[in-house]
């Protein structure tokens, strides 16, 4: 038998996560933005670890796609996805313009190198792109100073037959902290591409979940957002769980106690001993460790479920193991089940914080040696 513990994935909470974006976002049309934005779903790295195959599957009401990894966007062509697939950091080398042109694939820009590359390219269809302004994240994107020629660069191109559809787009550094940042930047975006024609995208997942933050935008242009995080059922809010948010954890951790033990008031668990029993008590070692991607950093007191019942962790997490306290589950015993985080457990948004990180990291952190289960 192969070792308890397995990642399952649901197709249908992730389709379910889309809906009740794409839901709040109808809900916040007005008079002046009665469409709702349209969706590209962000699948980069594996689909924050739920799987590419999963995703497009989950996904396919989206209006397109948005990753990073070139290798992904092909998969999800050769998969059948014939809408857009954006590109969040474009292309890499003049060679990949070759791919791009050949599955169809939307670029955005971001630096004056890839203007020069597009501009020696000879793509046989004009390439659609999205150029990247700064706002302030200061990541990926031209200035403010620079991003008015970087435009008209990119009009030429279309001029010339390499660019077909040329819009805009820029990414907010504080959209899930500070509403008055994300205000001034989204100002810079209104300001620096007014009366630019074409489509346009500034929202992640927080910007997307923050009613009426899509219709401040000036421009009355074909917007487009896109959403990661929340879709998989991870809130980007750090006071706000994704059950308050109505969504649904797309990724279930789950494993089993292998053994089950008493042990003396002052015996100390695992590791160092970092934690030390204050009185006589039943301990549970469950078959997940930070090998399989569980967070090391996750220390006692950080929730897990045990037959149900929900308990917390104890001492060190060792590479293939951890320790949970069986006070409140006495019925426990080898082979109970256990959840680390999702549909049963808590969730990945409480284990994250325990471990001073956030969902993010810990869905795109799960071991390959741990088994995908899909579900519907
Ligand atoms: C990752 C990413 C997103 C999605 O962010 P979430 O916080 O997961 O919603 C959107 N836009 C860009 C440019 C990204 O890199």
């Not at 474009?90 to 599955?103: C, K, M, Q, R």
């Not at 975006?189 to 997942?205: D, K």
């Not at 009426?212 to 998989?232: A, F």
Request: charged letters at 15%.
């Amino acid at each position: 038998m192969p070792r308890p513990i397995s990642a399952t994935v649901s197709v249908s909470s992730l389709s379910h996560n889309l809906q009740r974006v794409a839901n709040g976002l109808q809900q916040s049309c007005n008079a002046a933005k009665p469409l709702r934005p349209r969706v590209w779903a962000v699948i980069k790295a594996n689909a924050y670890g739920h799987g590419i195959d999963q995703a497009v599957q989950g996904f396919a009401q989206a209006d397109g796609l948005a990753m990073l990894d070139l290798n992904e966007a092909v998969r999800c062509r050769e998969l059948g996805w014939t809408k857009p697939i954006l590109l969040l950091e474009g292309f890499f080398e003049p060679g990949d313009i070759a791919v791009l042109d050949e599955y169809c694939l939307t670029t955005s820009l971001h630096c004056q190198e890839q203007l020069e590359m597009l501009a020696a390219a000879k793509p046989a269809n004009p390439l659609n792109a999205f150029v990247k302004l700064n706002v302030g994240m200061n990541r990926l994107g031209f200035s403010e100073y620079a991003f008015p020629d970087a435009y008209r660069q990119a009009q030429q191109l279309q001029q010339q037959g390499i660019l077909a559809s040329v819009g805009k787009m820029s990414h907010f550094a504080r959209a899930d902290d500070s509403p008055v940042t994300t205000t001034q930047q989204l100002q810079v975006f209104n300001r620096m591409t007014q009366g630019l024609p074409g489509p346009f995208s500034v929202c992640n997942s927080a910007a997307s979940l923050t009613a009426g933050l899509w219709t401040t935008v000036s421009s009355d242009e074909e917007q487009w957002v896109r959403p990661g995080i929340c879709l998989y059922g991870s809130s980007p809010f750090e006071d706000r769980l994704p059950d308050a948010l109505g969504l649904r954890p797309a990724m279930t951790l789950a494993a089993q106690l292998i053994s089950v033990r008493e042990i003396p008031r002052g015996a100390g668990v695992g590791y160092g001993h970092v934690f030390t029993a204050s009185d006589a008590m039943r301990i549970g070692i469950v078959a997940c460790g930070y090998a399989d991607g569980y967070p090391r950093h996750a220390g006692t007191g950080t929730p897990i479920c045990v037959d149900g019942v929900r308990t917390r962790l104890v001492g060190r997490v060792s590479m293939d193991m951890l320790a949970v306290d069986l006070t409140p589950v006495p019925q426990a015993g080898v082979g109970s089940p256990v959840v680390l985080w999702g549909e049963g457990g808590p969730s990945v948004d409480e284990v994250a914080q325990a471990a001073g990180t956030i969902g993010y990291e810990l869905l795109c952190a799960v071991a390959p040696r741990v088994p995908r289960v899909i579900a519907v």
